[in-house]
């Protein structure tokens, strides 16, 4: 079983950042490809960004573009989401997932194979 723990959430103010961190443990993360996912009251759960396995691959939502940078580290089994110059609409529980695909990322909820629990991030002044 792969385990996923989220880290990093917190209240920030608009225009600020935050870096999410998802830590893996159970299992590596070499074959999986990680997306974060988020979820809004009231909202269904939509995909922010994703990278594939290896972290040649990467794909944003158009509403993170440009703001929110996908990385991962393999040798420390994590991954991250840095995100930069926050807005109000950020505001969501975000969540980890991982998919076994190689070479290739998805940001659909279809198919995950495991769920972080998720941590919030609130954007206010």
């Known amino acids: 079983q792969l385990q996923l723990v989220e880290s990093g959430g917190g209240l920030v103010q608009p225009g600020g950042s935050l870096r999410l961190s998802c830590a893996a443990s159970g299992r590596t993360l070499d074959y999986y490809a990680i997306g974060w996912f988020r979820q809004a009251p009231g909202k269904e759960r939509e995909g922010v960004s994703c990278i594939s396995n290896n972290g040649a691959v990467t794909n944003y939502a158009d509403s993170v573009k440009g703001r929110f940078t996908i990385s991962r580290d393999n040798a420390k089994n994590t991954v991250y989401l840095q995100m930069n110059s926050l807005k109000p609409e950020d505001t969501a529980v975000y969540f980890c997932?991982?998919?076994?695909?190689?070479?290739?990322?998805?940001?659909?909820?279809?198919?995950?194979?495991?769920w972080g629990q998720g941590t919030q991030v609130t954007v206010s002044s």
């Open positions: 997932a991982a998919r076994a695909v190689l070479g290739m990322c998805l940001m659909t909820t279809r198919g995950v194979d495991y």
